[in-house]
C-alpha cells in the first residue's frame, strides 16, 4: 500500500514565524501536491510538484512556497505565517503524470496548522 | 472551467436507511469522477471512481455510483448505511488527457442516528 506520511498532525505558530510542512510518500511517486482544505470550500491546490526541483502554482500558491530536492519528499513553506493561513494542509501523491492511466491520488492524513 | 458542487453542506440518515449524496458537475466533455471519504482526523480515501464504460460504479465499503452524463451528476449510493459510515464525503472531477489536477467539491458532511 501507497503511505503517505505529513511531520506533523498538529502545529501551532505565531505570526510572522516561518513554517514547514513537511511530506513523505514511499512508493517513488513522481507527482506530490499540497492542498488545503477549508470548511465549505472543499480542497484548493496550492502547489503541485512532477519531478525533482519542478514545481507549479495551484489554485492559491500566493503566501506558500515549496521544496522538492527528493523524489519522496514535498515541503510546503509558509515564508511568514498569517492567521488566515490557519487551516488544514493535505499532502498526496500520484504516480503518472495523466489521470488516463487510471491511477488515483493517496492522501495523507493532514495537518492542522493554527496561526496566532 | 471545471466546477465540482455538492449542494448538501450536512446530510443525517438513520443508521440502517438508505443514502444518496449529490454531486453535480461542470465539464466540457466526460470527466473522471471520483468520490472520496474522510474519516474524523483522517486524510481522504477512495471510494471509487469512473474513468469510462459502465456508468454505475461499484466502490469500496458497499457503496456505489452512477454517473449520468444527461444531469452532469455523479451521486453517491449506499443501500444500507452504518454507524462508522459518518465522515465527510468529496466529490471530485478531473480533465481527460495531460491533466492531473482535481477539482473538489465542498464536501458534504453525513451524520448517522442511532
Known amino acids: 500500500d501507497v503511505k503517505v506520511t505529513q511531520s506533523s498532525r498538529y502545529l501551532v505558530k505565531r505570526t510572522g514565524e516561518k513554517v514547514f510542512l513537511e511530506c513523505v510518500q514511499d512508493m517513488d511517486h513522481e507527482n506530490m501536491f499540497w492542498y488545503r482544505q477549508d470548511p465549505g470550500l472543499g480542497l484548493r491546490l496550492i502547489y503541485f510538484s512532477y519531478d525533482v526541483k519542478m514545481k507549479e502554482k495551484g489554485d492559491i500558491p500566493e503566501g506558500y512556497s515549496v521544496s522538492r530536492e527528493k523524489k519522496e519528499r514535498f515541503s510546503l513553506i509558509l515564508e511568514s505565517a498569517s492567521t488566515n493561513q490557519t487551516s488544514m494542509y493535505l499532502c498526496?501523491?500520484?504516480?503518472?503524470?495523466?489521470?488516463?492511466?487510471?491511477?488515483?491520488?493517496?492522501f495523507g492524513p493532514g495537518t492542522r496548522l493554527t496561526v496566532l | 472551467a471545471q466546477s465540482v458542487t455538492q449542494p448538501d453542506i450536512h446530510i443525517t440518515v438513520s443508521e440502517g436507511a438508505s443514502l444518496e449524496l449529490r454531486c453535480n458537475y461542470s465539464y466540457g466533455a466526460t470527466p473522471y469522477l471520483f468520490w472520496y471519504v474522510q474519516s474524523p482526523g483522517q486524510g481522504l480515501q477512495l471510494l471509487l471512481k469512473y474513468f469510462s464504460g459502465d456508468t454505475l460504479v461499484q466502490g469500496i465499503k458497499g457503496f456505489e455510483a452512477e454517473f449520468k452524463r444527461s444531469q452532469s451528476s455523479f451521486n453517491l449510493r449506499k443501500p444500507s448505511v452504518h454507524w462508522s459510515d459518518a465522515a465527510e464525503y468529496f466529490c471530485a472531477v478531473g480533465a481527460r488527457g495531460s491533466s492531473y489536477k482535481l477539482i473538489f467539491g465542498s464536501g458534504t458532511r453525513l451524520l448517522v442516528r442511532p
Open positions: 498526496a501523491s500520484f504516480r503518472d503524470r495523466a489521470l488516463d492511466l487510471g491511477n488515483e491520488q493517496f
